[in-house]
């Protein structure tokens, strides 16, 4: 740049010298510059937008530092539940629930004293998943990290710390805006997830035909339960008690799979108890053998519309990436009538 100043310069000299009134000259001289200056600055914010299209930082990324410690802290303060995995060599996906225990400049994490938890975990890489309460009433953000562990240390006879390098970045992992809410029990009637077989399809489809006066068993056994932890347009999440990991191995319970889930809600119209068939794809899964409960985060795949006409087979539409409508609706009418109630 100095060189082209410099060639500047001496051409818008030569014109003084054929005569051009010396102020003529001078203001040419600073229009050039000041033209070689923009020119510059187009060049230099050019190169600059490129650098960051080559370095995109995705949008669901949290990277500020600020907001890291505040969202842990909030973790930390409501004992948010993280869902911690790990890949090995020599082992399938491995999950375990923990906690945050503290945060300085790592990530303390509490687990329970059960399983191989040693200093053979040194240097492994971890997944988390966890939530924490939105501003909005009956609303949570869904997180994920990765992280490496540091270091583990022995809490007691019960418990073992967990120590974490903190993530350099979270990623917000609802990708969907549907409003995702947990609803009280008096607003569900009945829920319950079945095999997608063809006599699980049997089973739904009676539930649906008697109102409800069938309903299908637990795959839990008999003193077995399924609770509605949230839902959305989106899926649900459901919790399962009296499900061993020899049970959930039995019926397959793994990411991915797909199963029917029935649900009896209650409507904010005039139509009282109204139930639903659909077919489901497991998201998340986590499974603590020691308590017998499972939790299984679930997308909607397929909802049941009533019969054809013509073949009386039962027709399924297909749901979209827009979601459910129908479950959409219930659950911003739920979201209202909590707010109503002052359940912030």
Same mark, same amino acid.
């Given at each position: ?73 909030? *973790?930390? /303060?409501?004992? $948010?539940? !993280?869902?911690?995995?790990?890949? +090995? ?5 491995? %999950? ?127 003193? *077995?339960? /399924?609770?509605? $932890?949230? !839902?959305?347009?989106?899926?649900? +999440? ?5 499900? %061993? ?100």
């Amino acid at each position: 740049m100095a060189v082209d100043q410099e060639f500047l310069y001496k051409t818008l000299r030569g014109f003084g010298d054929t005569g051009l009134p010396q102020q003529t000259v001078n203001m040419l001289i600073v229009v050039g510059f000041c033209i070689i200056a923009l020119v510059a600055a187009v060049l230099w914010y050019n190169n600059r937008e490129l650098k960051k299209k080559l370095n995109v930082v995705p949008t669901s990324w949290i990277t500020d530092k600020d907001q890291l410690d505040k969202i842990f802290e909030t *973790a930390l /303060v409501y004992r $948010s539940k !993280i869902d911690l995995s790990f890949h +090995s060599k020599s082992e399938k996906r491995r %999950t375990i629930a923990c906690s945050i225990d503290d945060i300085n400049e790592h990530l303390v994490l509490e687990i329970p004293a059960n399983g191989n938890i040693g200093k053979s975990w040194l240097g492994r890489e971890v997944a988390g998943f966890f939530h924490v309460p939105a501003k909005q009433a009956g609303m949570v953000i869904f997180y994920n990290f990765t992280s490496t562990i540091t270091d583990v240390k022995t809490k007691g006879s019960q418990y073992f710390n967990l120590i974490v390098a903190l993530p350099d970045h979270l990623e917000q992992t609802q990708k969907r805006e549907f409003l995702r809410v947990s609803p009280p029990s008096r607003h569900y009637d009945y829920t319950n997830i079945i095999p997608d077989t063809k006599q699980g399809v049997a089973a739904g489809l009676k539930f649906i035909a008697t109102n409800g006066e069938y309903a299908p068993g637990h795959m839990g056994g008999k003193d *077995a339960n /399924v609770f509605l $932890s949230d !839902i959305s347009g989106g899926g649900l +999440s459901l919790e399962l008690t009296h499900m %061993t990991g020899k049970r959930a191995s039995r019926f397959k319970i793994n990411k991915g799979q797909n199963f029917l889930v029935l649900l009896s809600l209650v409507d904010f119209g005039d139509r009282g108890i109204v139930r639903h068939l659909f077919v489901t794809k497991i998201r998340r899964v986590f499974i603590d053998p020691t308590q017998g409960r499972a939790q299984l985060g679930l997308s909607f795949e397929s909802q049941f519309m009533g019969f054809d006409e013509d073949t009386k087979k039962p027709k399924w539409e297909k749901v979209g990436n827009n979601g459910c409508p129908e479950m959409d609706d219930w659950t911003y009418n739920l979201y209202l009538e909590l707010y109503r109630e002052g359940n912030e």
